[in-house]
């Protein structure tokens, strides 16, 4: 037994002869505290500050430990997939762990959307979620589910704590897996008996180790140099990087290499914002709503650098057509998984991406090793030749009609110079943003990228607003998407969460209709949104400032009052052109250089 406290010392003199020896020492006993206590002692030991959740009856002990504290904000959503997808945009944009709380049965099941979205896109987080007593665990009882049965195929990993006295322990497990390695979301289920006994309480771990799990941070010194051999000799050079790089806070790094080498980068839907998108040497994004340039040089490089991407199907297309033409690959990531998964590389290089990027910059001081200036410059001549076909330009409209494409561009030259983020739903409006609005910092831009989930816009943008609340918060949404989460416009009230939502409305589930245009015949099997809400009356009803943007005219007019009112949630309603479609466009099955750029392309 640890002796935490010595309150008084006697000395010997002072003892009488027939005292026991134990007498000398009063011992303070270790402080007993119930296992909901615990958990919110865990919490703070862990420097949390936010936790989104909903309570019910499996979470009411945790819940009152949480009412005697003041160390810890607790924002109350009114679905627990908002809470979750809240937390993973706090996540996002902080890289700290995001915490969520859930009651049992729905209330979990209800969570796994959001678990799915963080486990898609690699986000830190940990969910606690309440279970039944133990000795119910099994017997059909109220509100009972297998939550680590649900959620085990997407979690980084779960935790059941059928003992209080494992709780402190697991809770520091938890928060060491979801942030260390390829993060992900850890899930801990605790039974309502386990939140409630007494247990004395010893404090919290200061360090865990875990022999089954330590995830390697440095790349191999050998195979880094052999990739610097292959990139320094390379005659056309691509940096293709993803999420990864900004989940290891590398962005730093990547710019150094990006400079220091002279070429042409591009970035995933996740990783937007790691390299300044107003660089030259910034392509655009690649993939299946890629630019020309962009998916030319994924096809046509002779050495690609993958940096913390994963090579996903909507990134290079067919992976028959993708390995027609012979490249070296080289590919960093903290995954071993990840590496060969869908495209076989040449030169893997396992271990933290910002580590390996700090040693890859100094074996190129330390050698002073340049790519060839004229090789270089071929490359270069050939990618500014397909930048001059202007993929991304758009017919501006007549009329008076909104075009999406022209909304997000006002917002981007509104508010390129200030430290604004952005999130988004899913559908055609995210690729928009991801095409013209020009990410040049990190962590800015959040949106589901992996799982394509409908309603984290809303829920998104109230994260990272808590994150960051003296930043502007702008919510790019679509009128379908953004009524899968729209409850949540309460939250922002009681909260005093003022983000602005831009919903470009067409009418449609646009990304829905545009396949069913290409794909389909034109026949729309129920993507029109027929029965729409006024969406001014509806932000009204909820507290907030509603508009109706119907002409090209008022768009900036009308985000400028938006902007002008930093303490009230404004709802923007953009009545956009319903036929409007985005381009580029690869086709599934399709290579990623056989792209439609416009409608007179099928």
């Not at 809240?86 to 859930?102: I, L």
């Not at 940990?126 to 039944?132: A, D, F, K, M, T």
């Not at 070429?263 to 998108?277: D, I, N, Q, R, V």
């Amino acid at each position: 037994m640890e002796i935490s406290q010595i309150d008084s010392v006697a000395t010997e003199s002072s003892l009488s002869p027939i005292q026991p020896l134990a007498q000398k020492f009063t011992v303070a006993s270790p402080t007993e505290l119930r296992g909901a206590e615990i958990l919110i002692k865990a919490l703070e030991a862990e420097g949390v500050k936010f936790v989104w959740g909903y309570p019910g009856g499996a979470v009411l002990h945790i819940y009152d430990a949480f009412f005697k504290q003041d160390t810890i904000r607790h924002i109350l959503v009114r679905h627990e997939q908002a809470a979750v997808h809240a937390a993973d945009a706090y996540a996002r944009s902080t890289g700290d762990v995001g915490v969520a709380f859930v009651t049992s049965g729905p209330g979990a099941t209800n969570a796994v959307t959001g678990i799915a979205t963080a486990y898609m896109d690699s986000t830190p987080m940990v969910i606690v979620s309440g279970q039944v007593s133990t000795p119910a665990i099994g017997m059909d009882a109220f509100q009972e589910c297998d939550t680590v049965g649900i959620t085990r195929p997407v979690v980084k990993h779960n935790f059941l704590v059928k003992d209080v006295r494992d709780l402190a322990i697991t809770m520091k497990k938890a928060f060491h897996i979801a942030r260390t390695g390829r993060p992900g979301p850890v899930v801990v289920d605790i039974p309502k008996d386990v939140s409630f006994k007494k247990v004395p309480y010893h404090g919290y771990p200061a360090t865990v180790e875990m022999r089954s799990y330590n995830p390697v941070r440095k790349g191999h010194g050998g195979q880094i140099r052999k990739a610097l051999q292959l990139i320094l000799a390379a005659k056309r050079l691509y940096i293709y990087t993803g999420g990864g790089v900004v989940l290891s806070n590398a962005s730093e790094q990547l710019r150094q290499l990006v400079d220091l080498l002279g070429c042409p980068c591009t970035s995933t839907l996740t990783g937007l914002g790691a390299y300044p998108a107003s660089d030259r040497k910034f392509l655009g994004m690649p993939g299946m709503h890629g630019t020309v340039e962009a998916n030319n040089a994924m096809q046509h490089c002779d050495v690609l650098l993958a940096v913390g991407a994963r090579f996903d199907d909507r990134v290079i297309g067919n992976p028959k057509h993708f390995a027609q033409n012979e490249r070296k690959i080289i590919h960093i990531d903290i995954d071993p998984s990840s590496i060969s998964k869908r495209v076989k590389v040449d030169i893997p290089i396992v271990g933290d991406v910002k580590d390996v990027l700090i040693d890859m910059l100094a074996v190129i001081h330390e050698t002073h090793g340049k790519p060839d200036a004229v090789t270089q410059a071929a490359w270069w001549n050939t990618i500014e030749d397909w930048r001059k076909g202007q993929c991304l330009k758009y017919n501006p409209g007549q009329n008076g009609i909104i075009k999406p494409q022209y909304v997000v561009e006002t917002l981007w030259n509104m508010t390129r110079d200030d430290d604004v983020y952005i999130t988004s739903d899913v559908g055609q409006h995210q690729m928009w943003v991801a095409q013209y609005y020009r990410f040049n910092q990190p962590r800015h831009w959040i949106s589901s990228g992996g799982l394509g989930t409908m309603g984290v816009g809303l829920p998104f943008a109230m994260g990272a607003k808590m994150a960051h609340p003296d930043s502007e918060v702008f919510c790019v949404s679509g009128e379908g998407s953004v009524q899968m989460c729209i409850q949540e416009l309460s939250t922002c009230l009681q909260h005093n969460t003022p983000v602005k939502i831009m919903v470009l409305n067409n009418r449609y589930l646009g990304m829905v209709r545009q396949w069913q245009e290409i794909e389909h015949g034109g026949r729309y099997s129920h993507s029109y949104m027929e029965a729409l809400p006024d969406f001014v009356k509806l932000a009204e009803a909820y507290g907030h400032v509603g508009m109706l943007i119907e002409q090209a005219k008022d768009v900036e007019p009308a985000l400028r009052e938006a902007r002008r009112l930093k303490d009230r949630t404004v709802f923007m309603d953009f009545r956009t052109d319903p036929t409007e479609n985005v381009f580029p466009m690869v086709q599934a099955g399709k290579g990623i250089t056989e792209m439609l750029l416009s409608s007179e392309d099928y």
